[in-house]
């Protein structure tokens, strides 16, 4: 039995916590500190706090990683490792203080993706296979010696929510096989390459812009990738239009970029692209919920020859007026 200290914040490192947890001694859970959140702005606890205080183990919140009052504390633990899932960058004043050292599990098989949206980013780009990788932190992100690794398939169409629950879950596995591995053996680990893999840099709102000329796969890829957060849209004269789900019709069909092909109230909105033709399966209209693209259909002014890219030129896709066209008051 290892003494761990546990350093996250993000759901994706709970289903790890909850293992060691069950198997080690963990000693406390570094996360981050409450954050104000909502219209309200009530201060709201990272998912990992939340997950640690249900498990009864003691919470330090920490603002400046290198305060050394943070660093003193972490020292008194005496700690044999620490483990890492989806946090921030340690400085070297803590990543040196376990005799063991400190492990970090990451959502990608490295080099490849390294950086904060590996899981985004291998779907994007339309892999069929992504891992996690365990290896000991050390100065240059994520590139320290590597401990274990697990290939990871991707369905076609799967989104970055769903293959980061599987993974999370996966990860939980590997975390105890790295954790036995290095009580069995030591601190062996195989030395990265420095050089090759793609990067896995943040995403941001305006990564989800959809770009109707790219081919049909290609803009299902980024669909999928961008969901749930940051989440991808269409530029629409009334506001963004957020498109939630994707499939793909057909992929070498030809057609006006953005141009809506179909627009049926069984089978919702069909848009031509590039090359290939998209079904809108699911979307989110501003200022209303998410609902199917049928539905939209039945609600919207939404017919066959349509932009909906909301580009110079195109239609606006509005709901129709109440019964009589007059105003409706509140």
């Known amino acids: 039995m290892k003494r761990i200290v546990f350093m996250g914040a993000a759901g994706f490192g709970i289903p790890t916590l909850r293992a060691l947890h069950e198997r080690h001694d963990v000693a406390g859970v570094v996360t981050r500190c409450d954050k104000a959140k909502g219209r309200g702005k009530k201060l709201q606890p990272s998912p990992v706090k939340s997950a640690a205080i249900e498990l009864g183990l ?15 504390y972490l020292r008194q633990l005496d700690a044999d490792l620490f483990f890492v899932v989806a946090f921030r960058i340690l400085p070297k004043e803590v990543f040196t203080i376990p005799p063991d050292g400190v492990i970090n599990l990451h959502a990608s098989l490295l080099p490849d993706y390294r950086g904060a949206a590996p899981i985004n980013w291998a779907i994007i780009n339309g892999d069929v296979e992504t891992g996690l990788t365990t290896f000991f932190i050390e100065e240059t992100i994520d590139a320290g010696d590597i401990i274990l690794n697990e290939p ?8 970055a929510g769903e293959l980061a629950g599987r993974m999370s879950e996966l990860g ?9 591995l290095i009580e069995r053996d030591g601190n062996a680990g ?15 709102k305006a990564d989800g812009r959809i770009d109707w000329s790219q081919d049909a796969r290609s803009v299902h890829n980024r669909v999928r990738g961008m969901n749930p957060a940051p989440g991808a849209f269409t530029e629409w004269t009334d506001g963004p239009l957020k498109i939630h789900r994707t499939g793909i019709i057909e992929e070498d069909s030809h057609g006006e970029p953005g141009m809506i092909v179909e627009a049926s109230q069984k089978t919702g909105i069909a848009v031509s692209c590039g090359r290939g033709t998209l079904r809108i399966i699911e979307l989110h209209p501003p200022g209303k919920n998410p609902m199917d693209s049928a539905c939209f259909v039945r609600g919207y002014r939404v ?5 909906i890219s909301g580009e110079a030129g195109g239609y606006s896709i509005k709901p129709p007026k109440p019964p009589g066209g007059g105003l409706t008051g509140g």
């Open 172 to 180: 939980a596995v590997l975390a105890l096989r790295t954790v036995a």
């Open 58 to 72: 003691e919470v330090i919140e920490a603002e400046n990683l290198k305060d050394p009052e943070f660093i003193g």
């Open 190 to 204: 195989l030395k990265q390459p420095m050089r090759g893999g793609r990067p896995a840099p943040k995403l941001f």
């Open 303 to 307: 017919e066959s020859g349509m932009r």
């Open 152 to 159: 990871v398939a991707i369905g076609p169409d799967e989104t």
